[in-house]
């Protein structure tokens, strides 16, 4: 009798582990956020308009992590990125011309950088 029941709890064990494919591990490590074009080139800002543009749609993060985004050294003075992702600012006309500064996505952990190419124009 106990002979029958060790046989079929090791039967249960192995039958248990049947479904699981223990080849398939998850990665328990963090993994950097990805930018979807790099260099980024952001559109076209006209002069005396909010301008408005969401970095979420250009990024994504491997482990679903909630990304934040940071200007560490901002192309002017206005220019802000918010806490929901959006470059934020109001281009004054003395603006005018092309520029090229990095943005960095941050996940909590890792930081992975862009470099952003904007141009501020008339847009008569």
């Known amino acids: 009798m106990l002979r029958?029941?060790?046989?079929?709890?090791?039967l249960a064990l192995v039958l248990g582990a049947c479904g699981k494919d223990?080849?398939?591990?998850?990665?328990?490590?963090?993994r950097a956020p990805i930018w979807k074009a790099n260099p980024?080139?952001?559109?076209?800002a006209c002069i005396w308009k909010n301008y408005e543009?969401?970095?979420n749609l250009r990024t994504?993060?491997?482990d679903g992590d909630t990304l934040r985004f940071e200007l560490p050294a901002p192309p002017f003075s206005d220019v802000s990125v918010t806490?929901?992702?959006t470059i934020e600012f109001f281009p004054a006309?003395?603006?005018?011309?092309?520029?090229?500064?990095?943005?960095?996505?941050?996940d909590g952990?890792?930081?992975t950088s862009t470099k952003a190419h904007l141009r501020v124009d008339e847009c008569r």
């Open 109 to 111: 952990a890792l930081r």
């Open 40 to 44: 980024l080139y952001l559109p076209i």
């Open 22 to 30: 223990l080849g398939e591990k998850k990665n328990p490590l963090n």
């Open 60 to 62: 994504s993060d491997p």
């Open 4 to 10: 029958n029941l060790s046989l079929a709890f090791c």
């Open 93 to 106: 006309e003395f603006l005018l011309g092309d520029y090229v500064f990095e943005i960095v996505a941050f």
């Open 83 to 85: 806490e929901r992702g």
């Open 53 to 55: 543009f969401n970095l």
